[in-house]
């Protein structure tokens, strides 16, 4: 029950921030319409149109915010994901109670080139899929309610049309070389915002402390709105501590409202600290009082005192503080960058229960909700910009990298969790222009580096994969994805210390492997005898093909889940032994899209998660929770293999991931014996045994103590002993239904009718009837072209309350059929 009060808290916190005292405000996720495909111009979203007559064309969808251009394109096996124009457009009851007030549409992001439309006038434009924005509507709003088609075409209501456009454009930041989608549409929320003449643009609050905690600082600068140029105004702040009790009062008489006012100075001895694991936070209310009437905001800050030791770890408030970490981009099934706050929630929550203490947001500013998470559930944050492979572009493109920068620490300043501002991600690969100058890329790094800098010398700036910049910024961490792109994942430690010995501040950002979930192996790190060992930290853009170069698992392995649960555990074994060490970060936490990955099991998907794209678990979430939690758990390796294969009386190991200190097994109601937790003690940190299946059903189960504390897990699966040869045939048999919605499964069988378990053939359901696929989800069970797992592949149906007829082809195969 406390866990969830935990999570019912951070709720309530992020309710109450930010918009909330936007004096009047409202998300405008309702009564949309959306077209995926340019205009003639402004007038064909506005103008009068009869049914059925030609003005009808084109046929507007209806949705609702937030949405993306590309929620099931981004993931279609058949055609390239579309970047170009879109539009919405809605109509607005527009009534502003302040005298004088302003009308804003606050963009909390869309991609990639917006513009903002009353009736026809163009009122905005931004360039930037990724920091907030506003639009000041107020003007146009007038002047359209003078106008005959407000109360005769309109009906009393303003209409405001939005364009945007994820065109590709060389001269914009992010590449399309990048590993990920450039998404397009109103992908996050938009509001309606009504405030006084004048309002507060921004109130910066810098918390500092001493790395003892001895004495907390706190300086408050305002940055205000004023078009009407009123000449003064009061400003009221209050400062509560995390217990809700005032400890601090001030009002501020203002008689310059123009640039960056200082509002506010202030000590405090010992603060109560912000934390990673008891992330307390103070509240500054404020109240700027003027002619224009009352404003009232409020923000959330954290007094702690962050270091990066040179040539040694990273300390929080003093003391070592291990980076547990992950990485994130916004995308998910079923709506792409489209998340909804519910959404966001439950997957950093997710990241928190995996024991979680740091993230890098790749590779772009991300929502605001994301960061007041972070702050609320204790996530040290690298949040960077998106100049992300590629080259430099020109004077377009670099002013654009550095206005990101500057929105970027200017609309996130205030969060605790931040503590590196990223400058860029592997500015040494090129492709987009030709000149590949190193000289040049240095020059603007500097420049990128002083900026954040001057913006904010509170916190350090970071760069990963570009090592001719590695001297330039305050952290770097280089390429190392030992066991996957380059080496053996034993070579870990070894490459880290030499990297380490090579910079002033190390900190090792994106490792790992991908893994086809519900794809198992019995012997995973087959493919290793192959690999070459060493040079870990050599990987190239080529590395990332599955065609041709060297021998290295991402190309010759089998993607098991198996395998990548041996990468993880023994990475995370070996961090408990490095003292040097600051962090790391796995890439990434969840499955997401990738235009450049057309070839994977789960086409155009990077599935280096430890989850899917639609939350599923995959069992590398519990290597490491096993490592990273207190809270006791236990999980058997296993819970998605239904079958495992053998010789009959073989012993075959059985995998336990688990953070208590002891666990006994049981094999068909039989103990096997208890055996003593050790992280060094690899695989699977000792708690491994070697069990005799028997033929048909097995039923594992563990006990596993941690004091007087006892958790269980149990599984169920098939041994099967039967060989088998190549697979000449497929079955096609529903297996689950509930309500409309049905699961099909295909299972694939040599010439014998046994089951060929490690058949990875090309699957391509197909549908003809009422129902429909739910595919383009970007899953294991969610894709209608997708590689087979252990010799089967498994898809939804939405039967529509109708007949239909679902397909199987493989190359090679008779294709099957079944009716539902």
Known sequence: ?????????????????????????????????????????????????????????????????PHCVNAQDAVDPDVNYYQGPAWYRTQLKIDNPYQNGRTILHFEGAGQKTAVYVYTTKVAEHVGGYDEWTADITEAVAAFKKTEAYAKQFKGNVPVSIRTDNSRDLEMVPSDLSDFNVYGGIYRYLNLVYTPALSVDKLFAKAEVDSQGKLGKLTVTGRFYNPTALGNATMKLTLFDPSGKIIAKK?????????????????????????ADQPRQYRLSYELVSAAGSYKGEERIGFRHIEFVEKGPFNLNGKRLLLRGTHRHEDHAGVAAAMTEEMI????????????????????????IVLNLCDSLGILVWEEIPWCRGGLGGPVYQQQAKRMLKNMIDQHYNHPSIIIWGMGNENDWPGDFPEFDKEKIRTFMKELNDLSHQLDVSRYTAIRRCDFCADIVDVYSPSIWAG????????????????????????????????????HSENPDKALSKIKSGGAADERAGDASLYGGAARISKDGDWSESYISNLIDWHLKEQENMPWLSGTAYWPFKDFSTPVRPDNPVPYMNQKGVIERDFTRKEAYYVFQSYWTQKPMVHIYGHSWPVRWGDEAEEKMVK?????????????????GTKKRNSQDYPAAGLRWNLPFVKGQNVVKVIAKQGKETVTDEIKFQYQTEKWTKPTQMTLNKI?????????????????????????????????????????????SGSRKVQAYNGRAIIKVNLNQGKSSVSVKSPGLKTVFISL
């Open 1 to 65: 029950m406390l866990k969830y009060l935990k999570y019912i808290i951070v709720l309530i916190v992020l309710f109450y921030s930010d918009l909330l005292f936007a004096q009047q405000a409202v998300r405008l996720n309702q009564n949309w319409e959306f077209l995926k495909q340019d205009l003639g111009g402004i007038w064909e979203a506005v103008r009068p149109v009869g049914q059925g007559n030609p003005e009808s064309v084109p046929l507007w969808q209806k949705v609702t915010l």
């Open 484 to 519: 996957w792109y380059r080496g053996n994942y034993t070579d870990y430690k070894k490459v880290s210390e030499e990297e380490f010995a090579k910079v002033k501040r190390f900190l090792h950002v994106e490792w790992g492997g991908d893994s086809h979930a519900l794809r």
């Open 736 to 780: 689950d239904q509930q309500g409309d919605v049905a699961t099909v499964e295909v299972k694939l069988f040599d010439e014998k009718n046994v089951q060929c378990l490690d058949a990875v053939n090309w699957i391509d359901f197909g549908l003809t009837g009422d129902g429909k696929l739910i595919d383009n989800q970007g899953t294991s």
């Open 656 to 672: 336990v991931y688990s953070n208590c200190s002891e666990a006994e097994i049981f094999l068909n109601g039989k103990s096997y």
């Open 251 to 275: 009002e501020q008489l203002l008689n310059s409202l123009s640039g960056d006012v200082s509002v506010w100075q202030s000590e405090f001895k010992k603060p109560v600290l912000w934390s």
């Open 345 to 368: 929630r439950t997957e950093m929550t997710m990241m928190k229960d995996m024991g979680v203490n740091f993230i890098r947001l790749g590779h772009y500013q991300q929502s605001r």
